[in-house]
């Protein structure tokens, strides 16, 4: 075992600066504003996304979502409304035709925030409460916001752009490191993994994995094989033996709209 921790201690090391790193990005990133991003929560914001379970975004401390059908003033979201939401927002043939990060039906979840107060409503006793539902459509490489109104239950806007990517979720997170893991430039990670535990490395949970977007631009050039990372949306992983060191695949990179693996360098 001693040997094993000599050999890896200049990745451990090294992890933990990734750690440090990572970790204040994501804090500058995720907590103001919507919260969003494949996980999420924040004041208003949903922890449940259509894959199912519970979703929480790096760095983001999670929050207890109030219970009830119906919210009052600036409350936080219910776990009622955040239902109706989302019902609301796949209506319109938004679930049809769009695709998620595993390549299903329907748009892949990032957040859902209370909305904004219009101006005109500044100085209403009982405003109507809406909701902001923020998906990213695979299929067309597009984020899609949807604005709800939950009290006349109408979808009262759609948003949708091209080249915005908001940090990734959990979910989206744990697809990269299952797209990584089957394919052959994950050889190095498995070998480190197998060395710090002895144990092959096979499934995406043996692993804690943080995403951050990469993408190609006037900024960063990258190589030509990750050009459209930006437009697509792509995935760097940090990834961390559960309870034991960090290992450095910063390198690589997953695209999720081609459902490719490339590498920076």
């Keep these: 075992m001693r040997r094993v921790m000599h050999r890896h201690l200049g990745k451990v090391v090294a992890g933990a600066a990734i750690a440090v790193t990572a970790t204040a ?8 504003g919507s919260a969003g991003a494949e996980d999420e929560r924040s004041s208003g914001t949903s922890a ?11 760095g983001v401390v999670e929050e207890q979502v109030p219970t009830g059908e119906n919210g009052t003033g600036r409350d936080a979201l219910t776990d009622g409304e955040l239902k109706r939401a989302e019902s609301l927002a796949l209506g319109q043939g938004l679930r049809e035709r769009s695709e998620n990060a595993r390549g299903n039906s329907g748009p892949q979840w990032l957040s859902t925030d209370l909305a904004e107060l ?14 902001e539902i923020a998906y990213y459509d695979y299929k067309h490489d597009a984020l899609v916001t949807r604005t709800v109104n939950l009290t006349t239950g109408k979808v009262e806007d759609t948003d949708t752009q091209r080249g915005e990517q908001p940090p990734p979720t959990r979910a989206e ?12 430039l994950s050889a190095g990670l498995k070998k480190d993994y197998r060395d710090a535990t002895g144990k092959a490395l096979t499934e995406p949970d043996q692993l804690e ?12 050039s990258g190589p030509a094989a ?7 949306r792509c995935l760097r992983l940090f990834t961390k033996v ?23 360098t």
């Design 226 to 232: 990750l050009r459209e990372c930006g437009d697509h």
């Design 48 to 58: 449940q996304g259509r894959d199912g379970g519970e979703q929480l975004q790096p």
């Design 209 to 220: 994995a943080t995403g951050m977007i990469y993408r190609v631009d006037e900024e960063n």
């Design 173 to 184: 997170a744990a697809e990269a490191m299952k797209l990584l893991l089957a394919d052959p």
């Design 25 to 32: 990005v994501m804090v500058g990133v995720t907590l103001p």
């Design 118 to 131: 219009r101006p005109s409503e500044a100085d209403d006793a009982s405003p109507d409460r809406r909701a």
């Design 242 to 264: 559960r309870n034991g060191p960090w290992i450095d695949t910063r390198h690589l990179v997953v695209d999720l709209s081609e459902r490719t693996v490339g590498r920076i």
